[in-house]
């Protein structure tokens, strides 16, 4: 989230579009009711399915899973065609005045740089035009049709509500309210937020969704300010800790990235990875790279990473050619290529794509290793449970290893949630029988990894995972305060400023990534997360709610990475010379020295009226309208159709249908289907009364929730003679599932390029592994494509086609 959890009952529209915070984030979602309570804000919600957000809504619509950039798209153009934008913002915080660069084009589905032999892009194109100085060119009359809002204008002209309708099948009366109801929020006194989760990521084009959301966000000026922004409301309770840290295949901790074969030494790759500050005047955050990384260096490998040995660079693993993702691993293993796999916190039969092509893969390998507190459908996958899991046990081989682990009630830590904020807890019990800490088995695991290359050889070269600095009082149980500090940092020499005054002793704790160094001196290992334990003790662990303000930006309840920080961009809540775009909300406000007020200031001293613009993320200083060479699949959004389309076309441009750089492996690909065998929308999504497949083992959980269903429209109904309660068999290309069919008024058809659309929604909670007696059910994932976004690879687990017949009543 730009913004948190609180802030959102500061809002004035509140558009719940690509989640059901109501049932996935039922505590957090209270905000959105407080929104509705304190601020007189409307919740509208668009969605294949009326949820039960849907259901405490002011207005509700209808769209066609995986037509998000359509809808989205029709909504910039109606922004645009009809002036309702925030100029001020728009002119000196976007990038609206930039002239994009001459050979930059977009015609027939395609950007300019397509190479349909790699299926990518060669992106030099999408840039900007410089002036002789280097400097971007920029015309702030916003009269040069080369401008980047000129461009984005001509590039969403073609999605009229007409088109918007034939798309998404959304009626055109419906998305007329939506756009008249998000234009009142250009005014500048006023926000609107956007409330999303997986009905937006989990699809070929998931990143451009959000990127669509970001630019309409931009327009209306609603990002940096109180009640706006682009919120991501994250899943597993610490799963936004996940991301922060790092637990990404080509990913370092704080958003670093893996260095790849190609960078053959530190430097070459600080060089590669360090953006460039692009216009003079402007600060560049992302300028410090090198002191992050050389911390995270110093903090991973000790004293065994000194200059010479470049801090330990070359103890990194490299990214390989082609990278790696869990498709990529999953089909090595599939292959047969991979001996062993540890199994860390996850159940992937259960929650990758296409589970019984991932059983099939678990079958190829010799051992497998399962760290989870409970038995799981993934630690059991080599055992026949009939229909649910039809596997001849006797032909599989992998050795199956459970070590069990405590969870996170049963530990001391740290949890960040989706608004950033890094709260500490506490041991609420000792854990059962043998059930260890991840963080002692994995030490324990590394311990015994030594000794046996030490004592027996191995093929792996010993020296990085000896140099990995383990100093922990008890190096077999590391405490989860020791890696919390280890993670904020501290001082390796004594650290002096400009003038040569000590500002830190050797050995104690950073308090902010400002003291971080690129020499040496300096260790962290997670630099957005310096500042959560300094010398004044465990920031996690403050709890003072005291709120000012009343804007529930409470600066001393836990600590908000980075720097304390609520909400991000907060610079651009105040106009140039400081005047706040929205007096009742003022967030940060000029006092002499520097901008703090009410939030943290994401700025450094620079006075009102001076050149530095306020995206100091951002080597341009502001936001993209038009995101230059960053994004995989186009500078700007367009619209595909998901791998498996029900339309079989793109009304855009039928030469390119779907995304023409969608992750998919040659073996995927030929497991897809069309929509004659398969004329129906499959989605799948969560309950409350679940969580994924863990809930299985709690019996008020099996209760509340017993038995598996899908839900269709009354009409699919009609026309396969299915009843409530009848039981459906449901198939894709990739395999089917069995359950009890639910008929609703909730799912309804919705008419896209001229025919009827029917969609079957499918929760996802069942398997077979359970220790309650539940009843045991199919995996979702049974049905789904493995085919992902081109940007982060997440599988588009929210369409596919389906097939759906009455098996028995
Ligand atoms: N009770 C409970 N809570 C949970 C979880 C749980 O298992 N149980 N899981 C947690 C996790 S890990 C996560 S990631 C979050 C997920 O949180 P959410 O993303 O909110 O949950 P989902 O139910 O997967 O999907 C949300 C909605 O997206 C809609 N949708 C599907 N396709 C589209 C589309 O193309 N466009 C639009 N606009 N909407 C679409 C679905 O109809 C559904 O209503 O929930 C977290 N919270
Ligand atoms: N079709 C379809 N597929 C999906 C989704 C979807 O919407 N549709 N959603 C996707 C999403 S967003 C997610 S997050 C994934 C979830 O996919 P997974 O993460 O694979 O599923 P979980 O059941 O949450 O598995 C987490 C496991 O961690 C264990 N665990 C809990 N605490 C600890 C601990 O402290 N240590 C260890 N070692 N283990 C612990 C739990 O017992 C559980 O077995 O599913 C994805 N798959
Ligand atoms: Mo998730």
């Known amino acids: 989230m730009t913004n948190h959890w609180v802030d959102i009952k500061n809002s004035d529209l509140v558009i719940v579009m690509g989640g059901n915070a109501a049932e996935a984030h039922p505590v957090g979602f209270r905000w959105a009711i407080e929104a509705k309570k304190q601020n007189n804000a409307k919740l509208i919600v668009v969605d294949p399915r009326f949820n039960r957000t849907a259901s405490v809504a002011d207005i509700y619509m209808p769209l066609r899973a995986g037509t998000d950039i359509a809808f989205l798209s029709g909504v910039l153009r109606y922004l645009l065609n009809n002036d309702k934008i925030q100029h001020e913002y728009v002119k000196h915080y976007t990038n609206a005045t930039f002239l994009v660069n001459e050979n930059f084009k977009f015609e027939d589905g395609l950007f300019s740089g397509y190479d349909p032999e790699t299926r990518k892009y060669d992106r030099s194109t999408w840039g900007y035009q410089f002036d002789e100085e280097g400097q971007p060119k920029r015309d702030m009359t916003m009269q040069d049709p080369r401008c980047v809002i000129n461009l984005l204008k001509e590039h969403v002209q073609r999605y009229t509500p007409e088109m918007v309708e034939r798309i998404t099948g959304t009626p055109k009366k419906d998305f007329q309210i939506f756009c008249e109801e998000i234009a009142k929020t250009s005014a500048p006194d006023k926000a609107a937020t956007f409330l999303y989760a997986l009905g937006w990521t989990q699809h070929t084009v ?133 001996n062993g796999f540890f199994c860390q916190g996850m159940n992937p039969v259960a929650s990758y794509a296409n589970s019984q092509k991932i059983i099939k893969a678990l079958s190829k390998l010799k051992y497998l290793v399962i760290f989870d507190p409970l038995i799981t459908d993934t630690s059991e996958f080599w055992k026949n449970y009939g229909e649910f899991n039809d596997v001849k046990t006797e032909e599989i ?165 980075p720097l304390n920080r609520r909400i991000l961009y907060n610079r651009a809540g105040v106009d140039l010379a400081g005047n706040p775009f929205n007096p009742k909300r003022q967030l940060i406000k000029w006092n002499g020295k520097n901008w703090n007020y009410v939030d943290v200031a994401d700025y450094g001293a620079a006075p009102p009226n001076s ?74 999504y969560r309950l409350t009364e679940h969580f994924h497949y863990w809930t299985k083992n709690a019996l008020l959980n099996v209760i509340a929730q017993p038995e598996q269903f899908v839900e269709i429209g009354e009409a699919l109904a009609a026309e396969k003679g299915i009843k409530q309660g009848d039981v459906v068999k449901v198939s894709s290309k990739r395999g089917y599932i069995k359950a009890v069919a639910v008929v609703t008024k909730r799912i309804r058809a919705l008419v896209s390029d001229g025919k009827p659309i029917h969609t079957v929604g499918i929760p996802i909670h069942w398997g077979f592994a359970a220790t309650t007696g539940a009843k045991k059910g199919f995996f979702a994932n049974n049905l789904t494509v493995r085919t992902g976004d081109a940007n982060t690879q997440t599988p588009e687990s929210k369409c596919m086609l389906v097939n759906i017949e009455k098996v028995g009543a």
């Not at 050619?321 to 047969?336: A, L, P, S, V, W």
Request: hydrophobic share 35%; net charge negative; with cysteine.
């Open 397 to 561: 081989q992998t050795e199956v290893f459970r070590l069990p682990t405590t969870c996170f009630v049963e530990e001391d830590g740290s949890i960040a949630n989706s608004g950033r904020w890094l709260q500490w807890h506490w041991k609420g019990a000792e854990p059962p029988g043998e059930a260890k800490t991840d963080g002692e088995i994995l030490s324990e695991l590394r311990a015994e990894l030594i000794h046996l290359y030490k004592t027996e050889g191995g093929k792996a070269p010993l020296e990085p995972l000896e140099a990995m600095s383990w100093d922990y009082a008890n190096p077999l149980e590391p405490k989860a305060e020791e890696v919390a500090k280890e993670n904020n940092g501290y001082a390796l020499e004594d650290l002096k400023d400009g003038d040569g005054n000590i500002i830190l002793k050797k050995g104690q704790l950073l308090s902010s990534f400002g003291q971080m160094r690129d020499d040496g001196t300096t260790s962290g290992a997670c630099w957005i997360y310096t500042g959560q334990w300094t010398e004044k003790g465990n920031q996690m662990a403050n709890r003072d709610n005291s709120d000012p303000s009343n804007l529930g930006n409470t600066l001393g309840w836990a600590f908000a990475w």
């Open 611 to 684: 050149p530095v613009l306020p995206f100091i993320m951002q080597p341009e200083g502001v936001s993209g309208l038009f995101v230059r060479e960053r994004m995989a699949d186009g500078p700007f959004p367009e619209h595909y159709e998901p791998m498996e389309t029900p339309i079989g076309t793109n009304p855009l441009h039928p030469n390119v249908v779907q995304s023409p750089v969608a992750r998919i492996l040659p073996s995927d690909k030929a497991e897809l289907g069309t929509s004659v065998d398969f004329p129906y929308v499959g989605t799948t």
């Open 206 to 338: 998931g990143s451009q969704n959000i990127r669509t959301m970001a630019i309409i966000q931009l327009l209306l000026g609603n990002i940096g300010v109180s009640g706006g922004g682009v919120n991501a409301l994250r899943g597993h309770s610490n799963v936004q800790g996940i991301t922060d840290l790092g637990l990404f295949p080509n990913r370092l901790p704080a958003y670093l990235p893996l260095p790849t074969e190609a960078d053959k030494n530190l430097e070459d790759f600080l060089n590669r990875i360090t953006p460039k500050t692009m216009m003079k005047d402007q600060v560049n955050y992302w300028k410090n790279t090198p002191k992050f990384m050389v911390s995270m260096l110093k903090s991973f490998y000790g004293d065994k990473g000194t200059k010479e040995n470049e801090f330990g660079y070359h103890y990194l693993p490299k990214l390989p050619k082609g990278g790696t993702d869990q498709f990529r691993y999953i089909e090595d293993m599939y292959n047969g290529k991979v």
